[in-house]
């Protein structure tokens, strides 16, 4: 191999080095600035292996070019035809290296969509599962009074269920109550500690507006809809479940670092 062929070979590694170098750096901060959920590894971790690659190959290419004295990158051209040839192919691949950026971030986006997608499929099945398979269980869910029986009763049925799949989201029960004369929406989870006493007050769930607005809609208008939102890696998933004029909802959260594309 001569002299002329390392020179043309190291140039294009180094040059395909710097533009994965800018490709990768421009992906990691869309999917931070953004928030979008799509890789299966930790991308921070994922991230800085990679830049580290990338910059190990860049900088072995820029020795092997200093080794072999590569002073000259490219030679004079003598006919203009020629030249003109390659000053149009040159503008040509910067218009593609351009106009990939965006393709990149639709893609990125997209896969954020499918992303949140996927999860909300995947709530929806737990939340019917929890209901056709644990019939007796969430019916139980329906005879509410605020008591000790009931919260220990509600923690046993909300663990069985969650411990009848693998990877099994979170799952609670919000209900509607007074307190003080004054609407209020309780949350109780499967955790259960018989030496507490318990007060209305410890469950009391704190929401946005508009969660409050669907929680008042399936209470109090009868509207059986469900509700799904995503934020920052964390799934929400609230599912009425009515019968005769008694109705809770199943809240289900699912919480991960780092959304799965395709998963």
Known sequence: ??????????????????????YWIFIYTSITVFSLKIFKENITEFFYLSILGIIAILIGAVIVNIMFNLTSISESLTKSEHHNFNSKRKKLSIGLLILSFP?????????????????EKKLIKAAKYSIVNNEETTENFLDYSFSEQYIRKTAEGLEFIAKQAESFPSISIIIKDTIHEKDVFLRFTRYYN???????IDYIYACSPEEQEYLKSVFDDNKNRHLFSASDGNYELYYPYQKGNKVIILYFTDRKQYGKYGS
């Open 1 to 22: 191999m001569n002299n002329k062929t390392i020179i043309k070979w190291t140039n294009r590694i180094a040059l395909l080095a710097i533009i994965l170098l800018i």
């Open 103 to 119: 393709l990149i971030f639709g893609v990125l986006f997209y896969g954020d969509y499918r992303t949140t997608l996927i999860r």
């Open 194 to 200: 018989k030496n507490k006493s318990y007060s209305k």
